[in-house]
Nanobody
């Protein structure tokens, strides 16, 4: 199993920046992809970004391209999400997700992820 702990959420005004971290532990050698999803109140969970552990390849939702950067430190088993020019619509609980199965499923498909963190709140005020 893999366990994740997210940190770094908080409140910021529109146009501001925040950075999130996700530290993984346990069977980290089984990690194929680490990703971020978010869920706003009353809405479905949405894909934000993902990074393939072996190659460092990154994937982004169109809604965040150019404003959000995902990165990883394999030595620390930690993934980061740097967010800038935040908008009120970015307000959500952000979840770290780990995928161990090397299936052909899209990086954006939440069902392909095996382990989820507890989430961290990001609030952007206008």
């Amino acid at each position: 199993q893999v366990q994740q702990v997210e940190s770094g959420g908080g409140s910021v005004q529109a146009g501001g920046s925040l950075s999130l971290s996700c530290a993984a532990s346990g069977r980290t050698s089984s990690i194929y992809v680490m990703g971020w999803f978010r869920q706003a109140p009353g809405k479905e969970r949405d894909f934000v970004a993902a990074i393939r552990r072996s190659t460092g390849s990154t994937y982004y939702a169109d809604s965040v391209k150019g404003r959000i950067t995902i990165s990883g430190d394999n030595a620390k088993n930690t993934m980061y999400l740097q967010m800038s020019n935040l908008k009120p619509e970015d307000t959500a609980v952000y979840y770290c997700a780990v995928r161990t199965r090397t299936t052909m499923s899209s990086m954006a498909f939440g069902g392909a992820y095996d382990y989820w963190g507890q989430g961290t709140q990001v609030t952007v005020s206008s």
